[in-house]
């Protein structure tokens, strides 16, 4: 068992860099990140944001700075070999801002894009969804890290926003978790927002280890949240199997 105060299988509320810091190196399978900032709104001022475009825009945001320190984070708790799973949309996309990330610590392998089948603004064509970028902690190898080759690189899924502003498609996410992962290995979702990484993985017999500084039941102090009792569950004491 760890000696260290991170919970399992829960929703925790908390920050995703403290979180981070406080896992093991070479510790999860899999990562999820999907950031939250306002570069896209600050960049199109659009001036017709619609209330659930200022729902979004009341979430916490993350700057650059903090984005890159979770993507370092994040590739030094994965195995090697392991898989971030970074939800990027256009601006950023076309920005570059992955390749802030040294591509020795994660490199880029992949890109699937999402249509939410919903359409969205955009000064010149209108968004439908988002891009989901894979990068893979080194050793770069395919065959030996991803068993599902069924998965297309054009993925059409509805996804229901009343229940999270930003929610992203679960039967994508269930493809992955499955394509990347085994039973029993821990998958890591640092800005959770609606817990369907931590859903999915459960489905699939996978561990979860995440927060959200706004969602989530569970406070857990030693990640930055308000204070409040829980019952802790140390990291290694809570297996897929025993939930
Ligand atoms: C884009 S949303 C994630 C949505 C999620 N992928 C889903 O499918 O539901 C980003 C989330 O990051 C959270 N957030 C912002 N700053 C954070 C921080 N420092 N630590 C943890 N979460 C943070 C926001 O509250 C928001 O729910």
Known sequence: MLDHPVI???MQQGDALTLLRLLPEAYASLAFFDPQHR?????L???NESARQKGRAGLPAMSDEYID???LEIARVLKPGGYLMRWIDTFCLCEGHHLRTPRQHIKPVDLIAWDSLHPGMGKRSRRRGDYLLVLQKPPIKAGATWRDHGIPSRWAEKVDRSIHPHIKPIGLIARLIGA???PGDIIID???GS???MNAAHQLGRNFIGCDLKFGGDRNTAIGAM???FEEKPVGSFSAKER
Do not use: E, H, I, R
């Not at 570069?39 to 960049?43: G, I």
């Open 45 to 47: 001022k659009f001036g």
């Open 190 to 192: 640092p800005a959770a």
């Open 39 to 43: 570069a896209v709104l600050d960049k």
């Open 180 to 182: 990347t992962t085994q």
């Open 195 to 197: 817990f369907n990484v």
């Open 69 to 71: 320190s979770v993507c």
């Open 8 to 10: 399992m299988n829960v």
């Open 227 to 229: 204070a409040a009792p």
